[in-house]
Structure formats: C-alpha cells, structure tokens
C-alpha cells in the first residue's frame, strides 16, 4: 500500500493535469447548443434522450480508465495524505493522531532541509549545464554531416538504458582504488587528487552524480531539441541568411525563439525529474556518503521502508507531491500557456 | 458520424461490458482462495530466505526437494532475495499484512513489531520438542515475554577476521587483546604499508559494530538493555565509545574510498579481505564464507580474534555480540509449515550446513562437525558465551536501530560528534 506513494507523487503531477483537457475537448463537440436552440419543441425532447444516451457511453468508455486512475493515483495519494497525519508503523490502521507534527518535524529535519537543498542544485545544475549542452549537440547534430544518425544514436543511446543498470555500470567505473575513472584520470595533473574518492567523499560524490545524470539524460533533451529544430521551417532560416544574418544570429533570434515550446517542456521535464530522482542515486550510493546524495524520494523510503515510520514518510511524500503541483501549476499557468494555447510560436501559424 | 451509430454503439458498450466482466471475473475469483491448507490436499509453502550466495545457493534447494519427497502433498515455494533487498521487500509485505509461511527473521526489535501487529504465529508450545534441542543463546532473539516467536538456524558472533601473513609481515606477533595495543597493531600495519582496515561504509551497519562492542567493553555487557528500557543513549559509557572509535578513526586505518565501498559487491569490504588487501575486518561468523565468494579463500592465513577489552572498562573478552539468523512463520501457516522448520534443522541437514560453513551449528553439540579452526574458535566463544547482545539495528526497534547505524557512520566519517551521536540516537528512541 505505502509502496503506492513513492511512484506517485511525480507522476501524478502531471497526470492530475491532463484528465483537465480531455473533458474540456469532449465538451466542445458536445455542446450542440446551437443545433438545439434551433430546433422546435418536440425535437428538442428527443434531442435530451440522445444527448443523455451519447453522454452515458462516453462515460462508459471512460470508466475502466477512471477507475485504475482513481486505484493506482488517488486513492494513494489520499492515504499519504491520511497517514501524514498520524504517527504510524504501517502495521494495522493508523490510530495515533499527531495532527501537523510530522510536518514541523520535517521542516526541522536538517536531512530534509538539506534534501530541498540539493535537489534545487541538481535542478540549477541541469539547467545550467546539462540543457545548454544538449540544445548544443542537437544543433550540431541538425546540421548536415558526416555519420549523423550514429552520433544520434550514441548520445540516445544511455537514456535508453535502465536507472539500475547505469547505476551498477557507474558503481563500477567509479570503484574506489580500481575503477576505469581511477585509472584515467591517476596521471592527470589537476583531476588526479580524484582517484579513489568520486562516490566515497562527501565533497565530490554530488557532482560525480550530476555528471552520471548529465551522461544519462541528456540524450533525451537532445531528441527533443532535435525533433524541435527540425520542424523550424528552412525558408525562415534562409531568408535571414539572405538579409545578411550570420550563424549566431540566425541561432539566436530565430532558431532559439522557435525552439521555445521545446525548451520549456524540457525545463518542465527536467524540474520534474529531479524531484523524483530515486533509483539512479540508490544504486549507486543510496544517498550517502553521510548523506550527501540524499534526494527527498530516498529519504523518504529509509524512512518508510527501513525505519518503518510510514507516518513521517507519507508526510515526505506529501510535501513532495505538493511541490511538484505547485510548480507544475505555476509553470503551465506562466510559462507554458502560450504553447498550450498554441498560437504565436507554432510553426507556420504565423503568415 | 451519426449513421446508425445506436446499433453500433450498444453494440460496443455490450461487449466491452462483456470484457469488463471477463477480466475483473478471475481476479475478484483469485481473492477469495488462499490460505493455503487445503484439507488433507496439496499445501503450498512459501519460504523467503536469503539463500543468494554459495553454499546455501545450491544446499537449499537440496533440502527442500528431499522435504517435498518425503512429504508428496506438500510443495514448497522459494524466494531468495539479497539481505538488502529482502528486508526492504519485508517491509512492503509486512505493512499489507501479508506475510509468507515461512520467512527469514533475526529477531529483536523487527519481530517484535511484527509480533505485535498479531502477524507472526507463536511457536512455544508448537516447537517445545525443537527447542529444547538447541542452544539457549540461540533462541534469545526470538524470544519475547517468554513467548518463542522464531527458531534459529545459525547463530554466531561478531569478532575480527585477520589475515595472518599481513600481520606478521607489520611486525605484530599476535593478535591485540587490549584497545590499547588493537591502535598499536593498526599503527603498525599503516607504516608497513598495508590497509589495516577494511570497512563497507555505504552499508552503515558493519560500522555499528565498532560502537557497541566498545560500549559493551567499557560499561559492560548489559549496557544497552539498560539503555533500550529508559530510552537515554547520553550516558557517559556511550560517549565515551564514541571518542574511542574516534580514536581508531583519526589514525585513518580503513581503506581508501571506504565510504563508497559495500560489503559482498565487487571491490567491497570482503573482496579486500579475500584478496589479501586489507589485514582485518570487523565481522560475523558469516565472513569466511562470503570473502571466499568475492574475492578468494585465505585458508590458513585467516585467524579470529575476540573485539579486544578495554582498559579500566567493566567488559570481559567472553561478552559477545551477534546474532544469526532463524526462521519465523506468518500467524495461520499451515502445520507443514512447523514440519518443514524441524526437517531443516534434522541431524543430516545441520550436518551438511554446519561443515560446509554454511552457518553455526544452533543444536546442541552440532559443534563438533566443524573442522576448520577459526570456526571452531567461534564455536566455543559462544559456548562459554558469559553474555550476549543482539545486533543493535536487529535489537531495537528499526527506527533506532537506523539511528545508530547512520549516527556511527557520520562519526566514522568524521562528520558528527561522540556527543552528537548518543543525542540523535536518543531522540530517535524517544520519538519511535
């Protein structure tokens, strides 16, 4: 039942704001409104049947979807929410109330604070870095040369692998005292002090995990860049060309404002995967060296799976869920409303 | 868009109810049997272990074929799951209340709760013929208000495993008996050049050793029973074990990049010892066994020695800690259930498991199916055992235990304070 919870509250983030659009697309073509306004009295009583029998079949249709969203996405979402009120085992029903103490206690927590904390750095990080170098590599990579779909390949290729197989590759080529990164860089003037520590000194292990992330990831965002790029149409692109513009700024003012949707589903995609970041960072270091790796989704499990207080770490899941809704609203209702309106920046809209 | 849509429409609806039903039909059936005892038909077992690693791998299977032999009605069901993996998946199971007929527990504080959740069958009177078979040592674990909740089947201790050679090549005769001489000893083999330690620091607990054998050395060997009662670690006797574990920590004597390292994974804590790069680690009886899996048999360049006293401390060298592992089953197994626990621990598989290494011998005068030395050392420690305590993070409550474990090892790591340890272990015992 708790084991509900640690999926859901990323994923959930988004799937609450999808089942929004479907009912509104449905309605659209339902509301006949018109065509019944102008019909006479006795049409418009069969018209009611029709309407009734037409809206009971799509609700048929949606029912098994509905009830496997409400099994596997509310439903645990509400026990969280219930149980991050109680002092709490997981044996039997919570029965001791604790009101918001395990909310004050998690604010307290210099575990969580600190948990909050590295995962805004991890955020910062991907945006600083590992965007820029996947918006980067698809511009090269759009561009015409030589073994194109290999390269496109190869930087595709991690994402395409499991969280626990990079996480057991990774543990291994960062192997104190024998790894693959050990051997490389031991001769090296300035990384050679890393040789032995990467995973194992509080001071290093978090870039080494960002670096293992950015190896990981960044083929995805490249994809989406690439897919972006390619429908920017080449006619815009040459006619700047031909009004004189060169390559930085035919990149800046005309391929990055197009490429805006992309980029800000990217960003979203990256926010949101970094507060749920769990499996990668299990496996390779379970969120230690004293702590140094912990993300909130691993505190949250030694929590509830190895210290058994489901209370407290319903509440963690809680606070999690919440901060991915929140910054889910926020960045659809500022910053993607445009795209989600789809006008100025669609391709072709403009004439 | 309309046209005859009503035919085609009801139709549809027709036959996705008709598969709505087919396909919610056999689960909603699926609820309804289990329980597993049909009345004198075939019983299904399942047994979870942690049989993942050699000799068990391959002993296991053995036993449950010649039980299933002898027993036809009966089939058992195993699941073998690495220790880590298998008590987070416990703890999946134990909080839907589902628990399978026979599991691995070590007892303590995690039994406990689940004894007290009315999901572990009670075996006192079901088991009385065993138990009086076994040691009593054993059986602590699993014993709560005189109620037996679980039957051992290894039982050891945790002391030092050596590596002869390496010693003898720093310059140290024989095995330290004091703490005092233990930091000359690691001094030595620093300046020899070897890595007197080896630790899997990402796994915390082999950490935790190091704590509370000093604090049973230095207050003696009911310490932390006095402790877990009045729920208050900050008595001078633990802050004290931390400075010594400090002292051990600031001579640097664990190999480099300890903090990343694991216990039986490649490159981890037994592969150094196997492999001749590390002279001692501080673990249970189980350490042979797994050094040889990962990386190599030392043979008789192995040696045991007890965690040494500690000078003007109250603990005596015959105070042990350990613990082993047992097997408990799930409230309502089925009867063959209690059959399967006996036929384990018969004299023929206890003589299997005892001299292939496998485990510690738990019924009485099994001891002398053991030939190698440094086992039978174990063997009589716990013999003439004068006290005992559980492993600290299977004692307590799991809470505090985790406290105890994650508190060391920001000690070790040079990140926390002796004082600062005794005080979040007792605010998690307070707060659990």
């Known amino acids: 039942m708790t084991s509900g919870p640690p999926a859901t509250p990323g994923a959930s983030a988004p799937a609450t704001s999808t089942p929004g659009a479907p009912p509104g697309d449905a309605a659209a073509p339902d509301a006949s409104t018109p065509d019944a306004s102008g019909a006479t009295v006795p049409a418009r009583s069969a018209a009611r049947p029709r309407r009734l029998r037409r809206w009971l079949s799509s609700a048929w249709f949606l029912i098994p979807a509905l009830v496997l969203f409400a099994l596997f996405v509310l439903l645990p979402i509400a026990i969280a929410g219930y149980a991050a009120f109680f002092r709490w085992g997981g044996f039997g029903p919570p029965s001791e109330f604790v009101g918001l103490d395990n909310f004050t206690r998690m604010a307290g927590d210099p575990i969580f604070r600190g948990d909050l904390w590295r995962g805004l750095v991890l955020v910062l990080l991907s945006l600083v870095l590992q965007l820029p170098l996947a918006v980067g590599t698809a511009v090269l990579l759009n561009g015409r040369m030589r073994g194109r779909a290999v390269y496109r390949m190869v930087f595709f290729a991690p994402y395409v692998l499991s969280e626990v197989v990079t996480g057991v590759l990774f543990g291994m080529i960062f192997l104190p005292g024998g790894g693959l990164a050990d051997h490389l860089v031991e001769d090296l003037p300035l990384l050679g002090g890393l040789a032995g520590r990467w995973f194992s000194d509080p001071s290093t292990a978090m870039p080494t995990l960002f670096l293992v992330m950015t190896w990981k990831y960044f083929g995805f965002h490249m994809m989406l860049y690439l897919a972006g790029l390619q429908s920017i149409p080449g006619e815009v692109l040459e006619a700047a060309s031909i009004d004189g513009a060169g390559a930085w700024r035919r990149f800046r003012h005309i391929v990055l404002p197009l490429l805006g949707p992309t980029l800000r589903i990217s960003v979203f995609l990256s926010v949101i995967g970094s507060i749920q970041l769990f499996d990668l960072v299990w496996v390779i270091t379970a969120g230690g060296p004293s702590h140094s790796t912990e993300t909130m989704s691993i505190t949250m499990f030694q929590y509830g799976f190895k210290r058994y207080q489901v209370g407290y770490a319903s509440a963690i899941s809680v606070a999690m869920f919440a901060i991915s809704l929140v910054f889910s609203l926020l960045y659809q209702r500022y910053v993607l409303h445009r795209d989600l309106r789809g006008a100025v920046t669609a391709p072709g809209a403009p004439r | ?432």
């Not at chain 2, 981890?268 to 066994?289: K, N």
């Open chain 2, 1 to 432: 868009m309309g046209i005859a849509s009503p035919s085609r429409r009801s139709f549809l609806s027709a036959a996705s109810a008709g598969a709505l039903v087919a396909a919610t039909g056999p689960l909603l059936g699926a609820c309804g049997n289990d329980g597993g005892s049909g009345a004198g038909g075939k019983v299904t077992l399942e047994f979870w272990n942690i049989a993942t690693t050699e000799p068990q791998k391959t002993q296991y299977p053995k036993v449950v074929q010649a039980f299933q032999a002898a027993n036809p009605n009966v089939t058992v069901r195993m699941t073998a799951l690495e220790n880590e993996a298998y008590k987070a998946k416990m703890t999946a199971q134990t909080t839907s209340g589902k628990l399978p007929d026979i599991f691995v527990s070590w007892g303590g504080g995690v039994l406990k709760q689940q004894v007290e959740a009315g999901l572990v069958e009670d075996l006192t009177r079901r088991a009385a013929d065993l138990s009086a078979t076994l040691n009593p040592l054993s059986m602590e674990a699993y014993r709560f208000d005189g109620r037996l909740y679980g039957i051992p089947y290894d039982m050891g201790m945790v002391g030092f495993w050596y590596n002869k050679r390496l010693f003898a090549k720093a310059g140290v005769k024989q095995p330290p008996a004091t703490w005092s001489a233990f930091l000359d000893a690691v001094r030595r083999l620093k300046a020899a050049g070897i890595t007197p330690i080896a630790l899997a620091g990402k796994e915390k607990w082999p950490g935790h050793y190091y704590w509370s054998y000093l604090a049973m050395r230095i207050g003696g060997g009911a310490v932390f029973e006095q402790a877990e009662t009045s729920r208050d670690f900050s008595a001078p006797v633990f802050v004290d074990a931390g400075r010594r574990l400090k002292e051990l920590a600031d001579l640097q004597p664990f190999q480099q990049g300890y903090q990343g390292a694991g216990y039986p994974t490649p490159g981890g804590q037994a592969a150094l010892m196997g492999t001749g790069r590390a002279a001692m680690e501080l673990m249970g009886q189980w350490a042979p066994s797994v050094q040889e899996d990962a990386g190599g048999d030392l043979g008789a360049d192995l040696g045991f020695f007890p965690f040494p006293t500690v000078e003007g401390g109250k603990g005596t060298l015959t105070e042990v800690f350990g613990g082993g592992n047992g097997h408990a089953l799930r409230k309502g197994a089925p009867k063959e259930a209690m059959d399967f626990l006996r036929f384990f621990l018969n004299a023929e598989n206890e003589r299997m498991f005892v001299s292939s290494g496998a485990f510690m011998p738990v019924v009485k005068g099994a001891e002398s199916a053991i030939t190698d030395p440094n086992r039978k050392q174990v063997a009589q420690a716990m013999t003439g055992a004068t006290g005992f305590q559980l492993f600290l993070d299977q004692a307590f409550a799991p809470a505090v235990g985790q406290q105890v474990n994650d508190s060391v090892a920001e000690l070790i790591a040079g990140r926390a304070t002796p004082e600062q340890v005794t005080r979040s272990i007792t605010q998690a015992a307070r707060t659990q």
